[in-house]
């Protein structure tokens, strides 16, 4: 692969294919933000599988006043989740995604706890310790139900600049967060809400939502938004290079930035085509040969 598959002058672009051969080919520099949720080298198989109910005659299932309603099963995704080598897989696309990124950008690295002590090494040396942001703790209220252990209701996410003295960062645009004692505040605080702290609580897609896609471990459009707001401005290029649903391309939308997308899974591509049909302005779809993606 030579020739790049996205330039600056590009429209919203879907490229489907291995991330770490097209990043190798993108123009450096190009990037205010790039937004990275790998998969968290947990180890085991991820899936999904959406359900809904409709109403029926003959359904397996009886609801309110004794209506009975039949259960549609979508497609099941899967994704693998274990590397034996996960930090060589994952070092060469760190590197590239500093390589991209403007002097003003931003990374944000969405991972768990697993991992993400690692990775503050491997980013420590690849940006310079004095790059360093933010680690941002993202609390939930789903998930696990462990007896033996504190259950596990958070993800890591670092944040990492390319250049500490030039880095763009706007709180102004940002969704505020309710007070937790609202009566210690004046009424105008508790309406306008408080800015965000490095502790984000915001629950996960919950299987009901309406954004969600049905793919596994997809993260909420708002956690993205937040990212989105703060590290770049309208008319800037975002990208996901793990992009799974496409939730920053939902956010991107949203905001009035630019983005690219990138992911090698045929089930993650057929996801983000469902997502952004019939949006004003849907993306590209681009294959890594460089012919454009199948309809």
């Not at 590397?83 to 002097?103: G, I, M, T």
Request: aromatic share 12%.
């Amino acid at each position: 692969m030579n020739e790049p598959l996205w330039t600056p002058g590009s429209p919203n672009t879907v490229i489907a294919g291995d991330n770490l051969p097209v990043l190798q080919t993108l123009p450096g520099s190009s990037f205010q933000l790039i937004c990275i949720d790998p998969p968290f080298n947990t180890g085991r198989v991820q899936r999904s599988q959406p359900m809904r109910t409709v109403r029926s005659a003959d359904g397996d299932r009886v609801g309110f006043k004794g209506h009975t309603y039949q259960t549609l099963r979508g497609a099941l995704t899967t994704y693998d989740d274990d590397f034996a080598d996960y930090w060589d897989f994952l070092a060469p696309r760190l590197e590239q995604a500093w390589r991209l990124l403007k002097d003003s950008g931003t990374l944000y690295l969405h991972l768990d706890y697993r991992e993400v002590h690692y990775a503050k090494v491997m980013l420590d040396a690849l940006f310079g310790r004095e790059c360093f942001l933010n680690e941002i703790i993202w609390a939930y209220d789903y998930g696990a139900r462990a007896k033996s252990r504190w259950p596990t209701k958070h993800d890591n996410i670092l944040v990492y600049v390319k250049d500490p003295k030039q880095y763009y960062f706007s709180n102004e645009d940002v969704d505020r967060e309710p007070y937790m004692a609202p009566g210690l505040v004046t009424p105008e605080k508790v309406a306008r809400g408080k800015l965000p702290t490095d502790v984000w609580w915001h629950t996960i897609v919950a299987p009901n939502a309406k954004e969600r896609t049905g793919y596994p471990t997809q993260k909420p459009v708002g956690i993205l938004k937040r990212m989105v707001a703060a590290s770049s401005r309208p008319g800037d290029w975002v990208m996901d290079f793990f992009a799974g649903s496409g939730t920053l391309g939902a956010a991107a939308q949203e905001l009035d930035r630019r983005y690219l997308l990138i992911d090698a899974h045929s089930e993650a591509v057929a996801v983000m085509r469902r997502r952004f049909e019939g949006t004003t302005t849907p993306p590209q779809f681009v294959a890594a040969e460089g012919e454009l993606a199948a309809s």
